[in-house]
């Protein structure tokens, strides 16, 4: 990993332990313009495309980019197995989401601090037709236990999350809402019984409560859990501003006391 870009990773944690060997990053990119049953985006795919080259030239050892159709769940999945199974303890796996985030009323009482659940959504989930397609999400919890289980082999996760309810740093401008808004509590009603295990499916989406952070993990979101992010136009280009911002960073272009480390402030 050339000197930037670990300088950038230390920099996001507060303390690194020793590395037994020569630590190395990979990443997961995903990047969603193209729904099949809610509004689409017109940024997304350019955040991923964005964030991939960055981490491509400045030493990220691999790079998975899932765009639009792509971004299924079981290819999200495997892309994050294979990963995580390839890390050794020191290293670093940057997981970057660009698209429409929702919230859900919580899957385990007590579980979240605002009392929701949220997610990301896939190309192929279909409120109208949840009985097929509700499994097309990432829930904040299953994202805890994969970075738990990595955690547990010492490996490090930076986790960048520009969609709406995504919990951190809101940018109050005008633009298309990654955000999808449920306005049928029957939906909602019948989403949580899905994802809950309770109407004949599968076992219910494991979970590491949200509220409970991995320590392996340093998250960075678009904005806070309330609140819809809008994308914005930057060169031209339709894109998220946090996505931008983290590519930019990336390329060292965030350190803005010269030391050669960028901060979570200087991020922010």
């Not at 290293?91 to 698209?99: E, K, N, Q, R, S």
């Not at 989930?125 to 236990?145: A, G, Y």
């Not at 590491?208 to 320590?215: A, D, F, L, Q, Y």
């Not at 998220?240 to 990336?250: E, K, N, Q, T």
Request: negative net charge; aromatic residues 6%; contains cysteine.
């Amino acid at each position: 990993m050339p000197i930037g870009l670990r300088a950038f990773v230390l920099g996001l944690f507060v303390a690194a332990p020793a590395l037994a060997h020569a630590a190395s990053s990979s990443a997961l990119v995903i990047g969603i313009n193209e729904y099949s049953a809610v509004p689409s985006l017109d940024g997304a795919a350019n955040d991923a495309q964005d964030i991939a080259a960055a981490l491509s030239r400045n030493g990220t050892s691999r790079v998975v980019m899932l765009t639009n159709r792509e971004a299924t769940k079981a290819n999200i999945v495997n892309a994050w197995n294979t990963l995580v199974a390839d890390a050794q303890s020191g290293d670093t796996i940057f997981v970057t989401y660009a698209g429409h985030g929702a919230q859900l009323k919580q899957l385990k009482e007590g579980d979240e601090r605002d009392g929701l659940d949220e997610f990301w959504v896939l190309p192929g989930f279909d409120p109208k037709n949840l009985r097929e397609t509700w499994r097309e999400s990432v829930f904040d919890n299953e994202l805890n236990t994969w970075f738990t289980e990595a955690g547990k082999k010492g490996v490090r996760v930076v986790l960048v999350s520009d969609s709406c309810h995504s919990g951190g740093m809101d940018r109050a401008v005008k633009g298309k809402k990654r955000f999808v808004e449920f306005g049928n509590s029957r939906v909602l009603n019948e989403l949580l019984a899905m994802v809950s295990g309770s109407v004949g499916t599968a076992s219910a989406v494991e979970q590491v409560p949200e509220n409970r952070t991995p320590e392996n993990v340093t998250m960075l979101a678009a904005t806070a859990e309330a609140l819809p992010v809008p994308e914005v136009v930057i060169e031209g280009q339709s894109r998220g501003a946090l996505s931008w911002a983290f590519a930019r960073a990336v390329e060292g272009k965030a350190d803005r006391n010269g030391d050669g480390a960028v901060t979570r402030i200087e991020l922010e």
